[in-house]
């Protein structure tokens, strides 16, 4: 299983918010165990998935300098299951953001409906501090931005329409 | 000049809510670790809740200083020093000593984060925002 909960990132605005979405299908082996015969996304992978869109943000507002690690979920709370073919979109929103760490406020929304919403602590790691085994396995960097895609127009067009801080 | 009681109220509810704990559980002699379960990311979580609480700026390592025990000079054979001792006042004038300055032993040192020390800073804080107009 590849721990890439995101499929593709509909904008990411620098110092602000930035919403992804990810598709849940059948196809993928862990629902077909969660649970047998119902086959329905868990939640620890939806705040993965949050926790991803929200760590890139974080990572992108402060140019990708440090490793940018889950630290704490604050709180999570969660109102409709999720399942295959439903596609999740994430809206991490920036509230604090240190040489330390960060803190983010996000919902997960399946078209109109909120399925779960909460908030979530980073710490920042030194990549010259930390393990070289984790530098290189750690995926949420500058280069992830292409592995989903997103091209420097799109960070443009996205930061001009919402007036993104620099 | 702010009140203690209403200030300890609210950083007693920004401690619940930051380390998940009942208010009737915090005592301004709760020690973060050792009373109240903290772990240092904790610390991070309280700075953000008390900067908001009493909108206030805690700058990094003021109100829980750091690199002081990597520091070979304050630090010796898991006591610290009295140059370690004496950046510690100089750091945390928030903070009651007296009881560590008498066996400073570093293990001891997270017993210095107690509730009342960050009652301590806030209302430092506060005065000093109030000085300044």
Known sequence: ??????????ELVRG????AIRNVTLGEDHVHDHFPGFPTWPRSLMIEGLAQTGGVLVGYSRGFRDMVILAKVERMSFYDLVVPGDQMTFRAE????????????????????KVAEGSILYAHVNPKEAPAEAVENFVFNGNFLSLLG??????????ASEGGAS | MPKREEVYAKVA?????????????????????????????????????????????????????????NNAEYVKAG??????????????????????EKDPRVGQIADLFTVGMIVNYVINKLNAGQSQG
């Not at chain 1, 602000?16 to 919403?19: D, F, I, M, P, R």
């Not at chain 1, 920036?94 to 409906?113: H, M, P």
């Not at chain 1, 997103?150 to 930061?159: F, N, Y």
């Not at chain 2, 050792?34 to 772990?39: I, N, P, R, Y």
């Open chain 1, 150 to 159: 997103i091209q420097k127009r799109d960070l443009e067009r996205w930061e």
């Open chain 1, 94 to 113: 920036l509230e604090e953001l240190r040489d330390e760490g960060a803190k983010i406020r996000g919902e997960i929304t399946v078209g109109d409906k």
């Open chain 2, 79 to 100: 006591r610290m020093t009295e140059a370690g001792l004496s950046k510690l006042r100089e750091k945390m004038p928030h903070a009651d000593l007296a009881k560590f």
């Open chain 2, 13 to 69: 509810e920004s401690l619940a809510d930051a380390l998940g704990v009942e208010q009737d559980e915090i005592s301004e002699g709760s020690r973060l670790t050792t009373d109240l379960g903290a772990e240092s990311i904790d610390f991070l979580d309280i700075v953000f809740r008390l900067e908001k609480a009493f909108n206030i700026k805690v700058p990094r390592g003021d109100l829980f200083p750091e690199n002081l025990l």
């Open chain 1, 1 to 10: 299983m590849r721990w890439l909960m995101v499929d593709r990132f509909t």
């Open chain 1, 16 to 19: 602000k918010y930035a919403c």
